[in-house]
């Protein structure tokens, strides 16, 4: 498919936040998960058809810590950073023509160009329902899956309110699966 990558620019936000709010669900994400020069857009025919945010985390984070603790990908110290994977989401007319892969590259790149080593996101496991797309993706992009986490965005449902698109009111029983991956060698 013929698409450009570049950064996500404010005028994005609009269809990029429709394409979030259709793919993740209205709540559960935010612009402000992306950070930096390390959040892009994937444009087809000048429309939004793909978005990854993206932010740099510390290596004592307790999402880091979360997600990496036991891996060999774990940061060594607080003073390393790492690529957090905020969300990811392609338009489905756009899937299975190498978006989502090349937006996640460009943030992988920009990321080791700043000196992470290691990247980290996690997969949303929607309650009651089969695997999702992402398990496959984080796969075949070379992430390891790391041990499911019940109840994962429950505390954040009920905070904000947000309606699960798969288990409805909150709390969110949905389960999360870290997924890591070495950048660069220590
Ligand atoms: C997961 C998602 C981002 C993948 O986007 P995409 O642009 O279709 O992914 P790519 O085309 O780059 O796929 C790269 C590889 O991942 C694997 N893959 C991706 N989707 C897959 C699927 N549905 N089934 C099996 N393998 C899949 C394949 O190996 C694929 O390579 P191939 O097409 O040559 O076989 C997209 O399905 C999506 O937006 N899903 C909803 C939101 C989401 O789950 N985001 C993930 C973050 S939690």
Do not use: N
């Not at 390393?80 to 990811?88: G, I, K, T």
């Amino acid at each position: 498919m013929d698409a450009v990558i570049r950064p996500l620019r404010e005028t994005d936000r609009p269809a990029a936040g429709r394409l979030l709010d259709e793919t993740v669900g209205a709540g559960f994400w935010r612009f402000t998960d992306g950070a930096g020069a390390l959040s892009f857009v994937a444009l087809t025919d000048a429309h939004v058809a793909g978005v990854v945010l993206a932010c740099l985390e510390p290596g004592d984070d307790p999402d880091v810590r979360t997600a990496m603790s036991g891996s060999a990908s774990a940061p060594a110290s607080g003073d390393e950073r790492v690529l957090h994977v905020r969300q990811l989401a392609v338009a489905p007319a756009a899937r299975r023509a190498g978006l989502a892969s090349r937006l996640l590259a460009r943030a992988e790149t920009e990321a080791l160009t700043r000196g992470a080593r290691a990247a980290f996101a996690f997969g949303w496991l929607p309650f009651g329902r089969p695997e999702p797309d992402a398990v496959p993706f984080y796969g075949a992009a070379g992430y390891e899956a790391r041990p499911d986490i019940a109840d994962f965005y429950a505390e954040d449902s009920v905070a904000t309110g947000a309606l699960c698109p798969y288990c409805g009111a909150p709390p969110c029983h949905c389960a999360a699966r870290p997924f890591v991956k070495l950048l660069a060698p220590g």
